[in-house]
C-alpha cells in the first residue's frame, strides 16, 4: 500500500522559513517524479514545485526563486523549503507521487503564513 505521509507545516509569521518533509512508502521512491500542490480555500489545486526522477526540477512562476524542491532517495523522501513566505502561500500543501502509469496523494499538512 503506499503512502505519503506530509509534515512541516505550520503557522509563521510573513517573511519566515519552512521545510516541508513527504515521506514516502509502499513504491519504488527513485523512479517517481515527485510533486507538492497546494490547495487554498475557494481556490483550485495549483502545482507548486515538481521534481523528476532524474532531478529534474520546475516552479510554478508565484514561487519561483523563494521555494527549492529536493529528493532523497535513500530516505524516500522529497522536501520542499520555503523561504520568504508571503501570506498567499497559505493552504494545504499536498505531497504528489507520479511514474506515468500510476499517481499518489498524499494527506497534506497545513502552512499559515501572517501579514
Known amino acids: 500500500q503506499v503512502q505519503l505521509n506530509e509534515s512541516g507545516g505550520g503557522l509563521v509569521q510573513a517573511g519566515a522559513s519552512l521545510r516541508l518533509s513527504c515521506a514516502a512508502s509502499?513504491?519504488?521512491?527513485?523512479?517517481?517524479?515527485m510533486g507538492w500542490f497546494r490547495q487554498a480555500p475557494d481556490k483550485p489545486r495549483e502545482m507548486v514545485a515538481f521534481i523528476s526522477s532524474t532531478e529534474s526540477t520546475a516552479y510554478s512562476d508565484a514561487v519561483k526563486g523563494r521555494f527549492t524542491i529536493s529528493r532523497d532517495n535513500a530516505k524516500n523522501t522529497v522536501y520542499l523549503q520555503m523561504n520568504s513566505l508571503k501570506p498567499e502561500d497559505t493552504g494545504v500543501y499536498i505531497c504528489?507521487?507520479?511514474?506515468?502509469?500510476?499517481?499518489?496523494w498524499g494527506q497534506g499538512t497545513q502552512v499559515t503564513v501572517s501579514s
Open positions: 509502499g513504491l519504488t521512491f527513485s523512479t517517481y517524479s
Open positions: 504528489n507521487a507520479l511514474d506515468g502509469l500510476e499517481n499518489f
